[in-house]
Every structure is written in C-alpha cells, then in structure tokens.
C-alpha cells in the first residue's frame, strides 16, 4: 500500500473516533439535519492516481467551496475588469459579516465573503438568465471533475432562500452601491443553487485539479490567473480563520459550511475533506485537523 493510502487510512480511523467534532450548520434548516459523524478525504495526484478513506462516495453540500469555481469563471470570462467590484484582502470577519460592506461603500474586502461571492455571481450572470449560468456552472464543475452526475439539491437552495436574510441584507446593501447589476434576488437565487451543488470528496479532488498547474492536467484557466486564486484562498478561504489555516495546514484552501475543505498542494495534489461540524469560523473543524496531519505526513507545503 503507498505511504498515501496509509495516510489517509490512519486519519479516517483517527477523525472517526474524535469525541469533538464541532456543530453542524443549523442556520440552513436543510442542513441542520446531516449527521456528524460522518467523515471522508479524498487526494487526487497530478499523475491522476486517486487515494480516498471514509465516506469519499456520499455527496454532500459544497456550499462555499463552490466560489472557487464561479471565480474561475468569472476570472476567464471578465479578466481583471472584476477587480473594479470586489477587492483582494482577508476580511479578518466572519463570512457574512454587513458591518464591513457598509463601511467600505459596497466594496467587498474578497471575493470568497458571502458579498463578494454574490458580487461575482451577479457579474456571471451579465447576459445570462439565471438558469443558462447554472447551466454554465454545472458544466464547469462536471468537466473539472469529469463527472456527468454532478447536480445542485433544490431542497437546500429553497431553504437557503427562506431563511437567508443575511444574505438578503447584503445583496441590498451591494444594490444601494450600485455594486450589483441583477435585483437582488435573482443574484441570490443563482448564489444560492451554486452553494447547494452536492459533490462527494472523491469528485472535489478531481475538480480540483485544475488548480494543480500541472502539466497533462485539464487547463481551465490560464496558470498565470491560478496562481492568483491560490494566493486568495491562502490569504482568505477560511475567512477570519484563514490566517490559523496557514499556519497550521499551509497549503492554499477553501472551505464551506457543508463541512467540505479544498486544498491545493501546488503541482502535487488536490485534496478534499468532509466533515459536517464546524468550527466557531464556519470551517470544517475535524476537515482541518485532517488536511493538517496530511500535510505534516507528506511533507506538502505551499512554502518548500
Ligand atoms: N450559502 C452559505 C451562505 O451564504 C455559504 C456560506 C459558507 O459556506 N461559508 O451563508
């Protein structure tokens, strides 16, 4: 068996018996009810080798993890005309905080915050109907994942529609800046399917491996503009937790409060985690303690 697949055998075994596995996202009523206990970790290599342990094959919500994909496309269709509209630092707040936009006039700090999330799925949607963006969005992550049976769950959208005033709040915000293009809530009905795109760990990985800059691999965007989205997800994919992330994972990362992690190890290897309890930051709290000890295994670091 390789040092990998060992790895990820001994983590799965260790984070299925961890007694403190963080809370569940309830503010989604439809995700209030996933259980805990679940965990999965999926690698794709550079080469395509796979190596996956625990639940790789149960689909589960990407939620944010999904603003990875619609930077992409919004970096390859737009160029660095979206830079007008959102901006590039960490927020050093919490991923749907208003008090920020309100305070840097409709600007949001990046493009990985709920208000800058919903900025680019506005700027996606220029031209669209919701429905052709969605459509558009599907096939992205199904071609980077090589996987057809990739689909968003209407159930979590809906409830994500109800009960997202938040959400609501920003987008009007962004409106009254004259920072979105679309009512608010046609940006936010397509923001709140692309959260609600369900992947397993094994599919994440694959589709994560556009982010590799490798070669052999499939090329969505130009290695220039992937260097970048890794810099932002260093700086700012775990929100105010992205600093801690750094520090303790070092490698570039996404998260989601489905429980799902992304993670780049450059040229190396995609990784995937899933673990539905959050930490106070809305991160996976066991995914992360994952990612960190397989790193530390093998000796991956975006810093040599
Ligand atoms: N759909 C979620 C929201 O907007 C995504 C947040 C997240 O995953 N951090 O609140």
Redesign the pocket.
């Known amino acids: 068996m390789s040092q990998l697949q060992a790895s990820l055998d001994r983590i799965a075994a260790e984070m299925a018996a961890a007694p403190r596995r963080g809370r569940v996202?309830d503010?989604?009523p439809e995700l209030a009810c996933v259980d805990p206990g679940q965990f999965a970790i999926a690698v794709c290599l550079a080469d395509g080798t796979e190596c996956v342990a625990g639940d790789a094959d149960t689909a589960f919500s990407i939620?944010?993890?999904s603003k990875v994909f619609t930077l992409a496309m919004a970096l390859g269709r737009l160029g660095d005309q979206l830079w007008a509209r959102v901006g590039r630092e960490p927020s050093g707040l919490a991923?749907?905080s208003i008090l920020q936009l309100e305070h840097e006039r409709g600007i949001p700090r990046n493009p990985f915050i709920?208000a800058g999330?919903i900025v680019v799925t506005d700027a996606l949607l220029s031209g669209h109907a919701p429905r052709e963006m969605l459509g558009d969005y599907l096939r992205f992550l199904r071609l980077a994942a090589d996987d057809e049976a990739i689909h968003i769950n209407e159930a979590v959208a809906r409830s994500?529609t109800e009960t997202?005033h938040?959400?609501f709040a920003l987008a009007h915000e962004l409106a009254a800046h004259r920072n979105l293009d679309h009512p608010p809530e046609h940006a936010l009905g397509a923001?709140?399917h692309q959260?609600a795109a369900e992947m397993t760990c094994r599919q994440l990985a694959r589709a994560g491996r556009f982010l590799l800059n490798a070669p052999g691999l499939p090329r969505l965007l130009s290695p220039a503009r992937v260097r970048r989205i890794n810099a932002l997800m260093m700086t700012c994919g775990h929100?105010d937790g992205s600093g801690d992330f750094a520090f303790r994972v070092g490698l570039p990362g996404k998260?989601?409060?489905?429980g799902g992690i992304i993670a780049i190890a450059p040229a190396r290897a995609a990784i995937a985690v899933w673990s539905p309890g959050l930490n106070p930051q809305?991160n996976s709290q066991l995914g992360t303690l994952a990612i960190e000890k397989l790193a530390r295994a093998m000796r991956w670091s975006a810093f040599g």
């Open positions: 996202a503010y989604i939620q944010s993890v991923f749907n709920n999330a994500e997202g938040r959400n923001y709140f959260c929100y998260s989601g409060v489905g809305g």
